[in-house]
């Protein structure tokens, strides 16, 4: 059974950096597409980046995050990680990495309910 656990997340000032990391159990890890979501007090879980391992293997972000996070994965330690940059105080939220649930898709979905196992979250919160 896939175990997905998240860490690097913490309290930073508006305009700072936090580096996310999920680190996986399972060595088919790099068979499946990886994506992180948040989810804010009151609001719905929403897809923040993911990457498909059967297309184009890109990764594909939020409009909202385009250009301030970046994901990226390290194979060897079945690891993926979320790089944010000039953070904002609406990105405070519980930060969930999640594994797709289908094999080699060729597309990264955008919806929590493709994905089969998630981690616990980690909490990112953005002073201003």
């Known amino acids: 059974q896939a175990q997905l656990v998240e860490s690097g997340g913490g309290l930073v000032q508006a305009g700072g950096s936090l580096r996310l990391s999920c680190a996986a159990s399972?060595?088919?890890?790099?068979?499946?597409?990886m994506a992180w979501f948040r989810q804010a007090p009151g609001k719905e879980r929403e897809f923040v980046a993911g990457?498909?391992?059967?297309?184009?293997?890109?990764?594909q972000y939020a409009d909202s995050v385009k250009g301030r996070f970046t994901l990226s994965m390290n194979n060897a330690r079945s690891t993926v990680y979320l790089e944010m940059t000039s953070l904002k105080p609406e990105d405070t939220a519980i930060y969930y990495c999640?594994?797709?649930?289908?094999?080699?898709?060729?597309?990264?979905?955008?919806?929590?309910?493709?994905?089969?196992?998630w981690g616990p979250g980690t909490q990112v919160t953005v002073s201003s």
């Open positions: 399972e060595r088919i890890f790099s068979q499946f597409g």
């Open positions: 990457i498909n391992r059967g297309g184009n293997r890109r990764p």
């Open positions: 999640a594994r797709d649930g289908v094999l080699f898709r060729r597309t990264t979905p955008t919806t929590a309910d493709s994905y089969d196992y």
